[in-house]
């Protein structure tokens, strides 16, 4: 099963940007959807943004237009690119790989990474 590791989060100012990234172990990484989830301290885990093997994209309507997800098939990384952040986009980020193979779901979370959008 494929494992992840994230990296690029930190402490930012508000407006300012920062780039999150995800690699994968798998040599069939470019079947799997991938998704980007954050959980805030007292709040449930949200979908923030996704992206299919075919490069199709949604993304949670209080990060359109500011968060960018894009992934590299022959690098096998996902990354989320994240402009004009606010204060409430602070939480632990986690990186997902899902599949569904005939009739096998596989779901892998990634360890998370801390976003902290202060002044």
């Known amino acids: 099963q494929v494992q992840l590791v994230e990296s690029g989060g930190g402490l930012v100012q508000p407006g300012g940007s920062l780039r999150l990234s995800c690699a994968a172990s798998?040599?069939?990484?470019?079947?799997?959807?991938m998704g980007w989830y954050r959980q805030a301290p007292g709040k449930q885990r949200e979908l923030v943004a996704g992206i299919t093997p075919g490069g199709k994209t949604n993304y949670v309507d209080s990060v359109k237009g500011r968060f960018t997800i894009s992934r590299d098939n022959a690098k096998k990384t996902v990354s989320l690119q994240m402009n004009s952040l606010k204060p409430e986009d602070t939480a632990v980020y986690y990186c997902n790989a899902y599949r569904n193979y005939i009739g096998t779901k596989y779901n892998t979370w990634g360890q998370g990474t801390q976003v902290t959008v202060s002044s």
């Open positions: 798998e040599s069939i990484f470019s079947m799997y959807i």
